[in-house]
């Protein structure tokens, strides 16, 4: 069973939101690193909150190199 770490997690989910692309988090953990990592770096990002987790969507959905 592989283990990947919250912050290689997180690093990876803010990387999708800075393409253009949506991002789905389960753990509350991860959700608030995420969350952190948001207003650290001034995305634009819905945070649509589920009972199974939270999706971030970027409010600019163009792709960006």
Not at 25 to 35: C, G, P, V
Request: proline fraction near 2%; include cysteine; charged fraction near 35%.
């Amino acid at each position: 069973m592989w283990v990947i770490s919250r912050r290689q997690q997180r690093d990876e989910k803010i990387a999708r939101l800075k393409q253009g692309d949506s991002a789905f988090a389960e753990s509350q953990e991860l959700i608030r690193l995420i969350k952190r990592d948001i207003e650290k770096e001034h995305l634009k990002v819905i945070c649509e909150e589920t009972a199974s987790g939270c999706w971030f969507i970027p409010k600019n959905r163009s792709k960006t190199s």
